[in-house]
């Protein structure tokens, strides 16, 4: 079963549609069955509101399930209602991208291009605490708290079932100086010691690469359970964007092997790298 209570609500909203979809019934339909409104049904099937045990009750026997199906979906209901280690910093990480944390942790594969900034998995304190300083209007203490959570965030990649990580980071986010030449040295050394674990692969992606798939930055996780499918994640100033389906991922995968082809091997990246850490020695 997935860890977070994040990938426990999206895996309860995915069985619950899937349910219905065999039963070739409409939100409607099963709402009106179950005296509930056809959004009532709709919003569990989208994990935008909480679903309590007793729902899945009524609506397993409504189905017809299994016992064996139906306490296993009143687990996932149960076991959504935790509260991840990222939610107890209140404003310092906003609600959209609580969902988006609750993910990424339990991804087994993750496939980032990042064109502005250095990716947040590889960030030093200090860089991260610059950039959340010139963004949105937060105070200081949601500002330590947001940096805070995004270190704690990096222990994924050296856990021991670490996610097949795989970057691709434009040269100009790694050359584009926040803070002073110090900070970024210690950035690039920070990039540098991220690329070289074991799950993680890093390109760079060269000012003299010539033409490459025109996105901007996005995220794709891949998911162990065979049910719980791939997604692409986009965020912005203040919303986020989440992409499931299958023309979305198949889009965006093709993307992200266009910019692949066009980045430098990992061999490559890491003497660039090399290159960029000792201009900002000078």
Known sequence: MAGSPTARRRRLSIELKKLRETSTLTCAQVGAALDWSGSKVNRMETGSGRIQPSDIDALCRFYGTSDELREFLKSLARQAKVRGWWQVHGAGVPEWFNIYIGLEQ????????????VPGLMQTEVYASELH?????????????????????????????????????????????????????????RVRETADLPTVTLQVLPFDSGTYPATGSFTMLGF????????????????????????HVREYTRA????????????????????ILKDYAR
């Open 106 to 117: 339990d991804a087994s594969t993750f496939r980032q291009y990042q064109c502005e900034v």
């Open 133 to 189: 300083k010139s963004g949105a209007h937060m105070s200081a203490e949601d500002i330590t708290k947001a940096v805070q959570v995004r270190m704690e965030r990096q222990a994924m990649l050296r856990r021991p079932d670490a996610p097949d990580a795989w970057f691709i980071v434009n040269e100009g986010a790694l050359r584009h100086v926040i803070g002073d030449h110090t900070l970024m040295r210690e950035q690039m050394e």
């Open 224 to 247: 162990p359970a065979p049910e719980d499918p791939d997604l692409v994640y986009r965020d912005g100033i203040t919303d986020a964007m989440y992409l499931e389906g299958e023309h």
């Open 256 to 275: 992200f092997d266009g910019l692949r082809a066009a980045a430098l091997s990992p061999q490559r990246s890491a003497l660039l790298i090399e290159s």
